[in-house]
């Protein structure tokens, strides 16, 4: 198994920003695609934004302009920049990587967006 370990969730005013970080922790393996994913209450986990080894992302349509998702290859490390935040961007962000044949997920890290 490997180990996905997120941080940098918090409270922030509409408007602000933060920035998440996902390492994947002793992992032997090479990643392939590394995204984020959220999930609000009463609501179904959601894709954010994936990017790929080689660097080519994915956004969803509610948070284009306004993420950017970004990876560091040889500390096997994806992050999330949230500028511009919104307060229906509060939920639950979780990191996940896929490798050949398996996949990781973190365990998720806060995101409040309120005033």
């Known amino acids: 198994q490997v180990q996905l370990v997120e941080s940098g969730g918090g409270l922030v005013q509409p408007g602000g920003s933060l920035r998440l970080s996902c390492a994947a922790s002793r992992s032997t393996f090479s990643i392939l695609n590394m995204g984020w994913y959220r999930q609000a209450p009463g609501k179904q986990r959601e894709l954010v934004a994936t990017?790929?080894?080689?660097?080519?992302?994915n956004y969803a349509d509610s948070v284009k302009g306004r993420f950017t998702i970004s990876r560091d290859n040889a500390e096997k490390t994806v992050y999330l920049q949230m500028n511009s935040l919104k307060p229906e961007d509060t939920a639950v962000y979780y990191c996940?990587?896929?490798?050949?044949?398996?996949?990781?997920w973190g365990q998720g890290t806060q995101v409040t967006v309120s005033s």
């Open positions: 996940n990587a896929q490798f050949r044949s398996f996949a990781s």
């Open positions: 990017i790929s080894s080689d660097g080519n992302t």
